[in-house]
Nanobody, 123 residues
Framework: QVQLVESGGGLVEAGGSLRLSCAAS????????MGWFRQAPGKERDFVAA????????YYADSVKGRFTISRDNAKNTVYLQMNSLEPEDTAVYYC????????????????WGRGTQVTVSS
């Protein structure tokens, strides 16, 4: 198993930036494909970004492409989400998730989840 803890959320004005972190413990971090998802009130949990085991491949939702960057540091057991040019529509709880095997944007395929961190973007 792996345990995940997100941090770095907060309140920011539109156009601003935040960097989310997700610290992992438990099994070997580099075994896991890592993803970020978000969930706004009354909406489903949506895929945001994902990164392969070694960090060589990254994937993004169209809504964040060019604004968000996912990265990981396997030596620190941490995955990051740099969020720039934030918009009010980015307001949500952001979750870090881990899965084995192959890439997926489907939240149902991720086995391990953090508790989330709130991101609020004011207009």
């Amino acid at each position: 198993q792996v345990q995940l803890v997100e941090s770095g959320g907060g309140l920011v004005e539109a156009g601003g930036s935040l960097r989310l972190s997700c610290a992992a413990s438990g099994r070997t971090f580099s075994d896991y494909f890592m993803g970020w998802f978000r969930q706004a009130p009354g909406k489903e949990r949506d895929f945001v970004a994902a990164i392969s085991w070694g960090g060589g491949s990254t994937y993004y939702a169209d809504s964040v492409k060019g604004r968000f960057t996912i990265s990981r540091d396997n030596a620190k057991n941490t995955v990051y989400l740099q969020m720039n040019s934030l918009e009010p529509e980015d307001t949500a709880v952001y979750y870090c998730a881990a899965k084995l095997l192959i890439y997926s944007t489907d939240a149902r395929t991720y086995a391990y989840w953090g508790r989330g961190t709130q991101v609020t973007v004011s207009s």
